[in-house]
């Protein structure tokens, strides 16, 4: 069975003060019968994982390579040298406003997996492809694209269209890409596919989450603005517990 996992995806918002957050969502997650990660922003990291025993730690990017003249940016050995377990690549705001293509964030999961860190791989249309039938297509290119020869992965599927606009696809839309998904996955990776975790994301809150967690190939969610407050965050969790 592949592990249910909420994961928080904070972006480029917190500060120090906000890890009075983080530890009431770590304090929570001791009690529950899923995985929690938190994605803060890199100027959060040692305070996180120095304060938050009970919730995984990770970073939101890293660059394909272990060092290097590369100003601003941060790579995979630094996050784990920071206590961190987990990346997010390939996320749509990277994509969008970086230029990532599928061949980059294929070279990060890489980097990630070289440095004993596991990739939380984003996929995920646009609202074109959505309208004109070509969702299940596009997704499929970008994950053959994405996805390292190690299995050691977690895949996210978050609709470009659904992130932080409150509108989510349709239940029936969520199981058919979720069932889209693992096939192409157990495909790859034969039964080890079977048990790579798929996350749900685009304005999960803790009114849709339960019935978001009931499709059979959710195994759990990588939430942006609900994730930020615990009071948020906490109903995801356990609704990701019960499910
Ligand atoms: P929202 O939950 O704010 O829609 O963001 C989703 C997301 O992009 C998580 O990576």
Known sequence: MPTKIAAGNWKMNGQQTDISELQLISKAADQLDCRTII???????????????????????????????????????????????????????????????????????????????????????????????????????????????????????????????????????ICQMHDAIRALLTKNYGSSGQKISILYGGSVKPSNAAEIFSATNVNGALVGGASLKSADFIPIMRALAKS
């Open 39 to 173: 994605c803060p922003p890199t100027t959060l990291l040692g305070n996180a994982t120095k304060f938050c025993n009970e919730i995984f730690i990770g970073g939101q990017d890293c660059h394909p390579k272990p060092s290097g003249a590369y100003t601003g940016d941060i790579s995979a050995n630094m996050l784990a040298d920071m206590g961190a377990s987990y990346v997010i690549v390939g996320h749509s705001e990277r994509r969008t406003y970086h230029g990532e293509n599928s061949t980059i964030v294929k070279a990060k999961a890489e980097a990630a997996i070289a440095a004993d860190l596991k990739p939380i791989i984003c996929v995920g249309e646009k609202l074109q492809q959505r309208e004109s039938g070509d969702a299940i297509e596009a997704v499929s290119l970008q994950i053959k694209g994405s996805i390292p020869t190690n299995s050691e992965i977690i895949l996210a599927y978050e609709p470009i269209w659904a992130i932080g606009t409150g509108v989510i696809p349709s239940f029936k839309e």
